[in-house]
């Protein structure tokens, strides 16, 4: 044991010695960090969804885009902000659509309702499922847990109106006067 630590030692003072040799100070990498990297070089996102890292140097903070190609939101373009802290993965993302929209489990701040987010969340689970589970709500909303009542009510008892308060609010209208940012694809 004591063999491997001054082996580890002797590695960092040469990482020290080349970092001051060239005047680059190495930065350390998190757990968190070492777990998103993996994540993120695994995805495979169908067509309808993209990732994109405004920071190159930041993976813990990035959007997804999903344009869902079928269900009643079928057309929308919808983006959501990642944040992911470096208790990560024992801590879930933060995740929130940036978008004012009429989605039962999306409320009028873009806070999102997806059980592996809260209490289903679990260290095996990773950002992959995370984003399947979000594609998933545009094709199935889900009713029975809902963040957003009114529209989640409206989805219950009048399926046909609340396909069409969905167009009307991805159109930018509005919907029992609360108004919506415009999602359609141009």
Known sequence: MLKIWSMKQ?????????AAATGIKKKKVTAAQLRV??????????STMKTEFPDEDDLLNFTLTIEPDE???????????????QDFPHQAPKVKCTQKIYHPNIDL?????????REDWKPVLNLQS????????FLEPNASDPLNKDAAED????REGFKRNVRSAMGGGAVKS?????????
């Open 130 to 137: 995370v984003m399947i589970g979000l594609q998933f709500l």
């Open 109 to 117: 701040e873009g806070n999102v309702c997806l059980n592996i987010l």
């Open 10 to 18: 002797k590695q960092q003072q040469a990482a020290n010695a080349d």
């Open 71 to 85: 269900g009643m939101y079928k057309g929308g373009r919808f983006h959501f902000k990642f944040e992911i802290s």
């Open 178 to 186: 609360q108004s919506f940012d415009r999602v359609l694809k141009s």
């Open 37 to 46: 990297q993996k994540d993120v070089s695994e995805l495979s996102l169908p």
């Open 155 to 158: 989805l219950r008892s009048n």
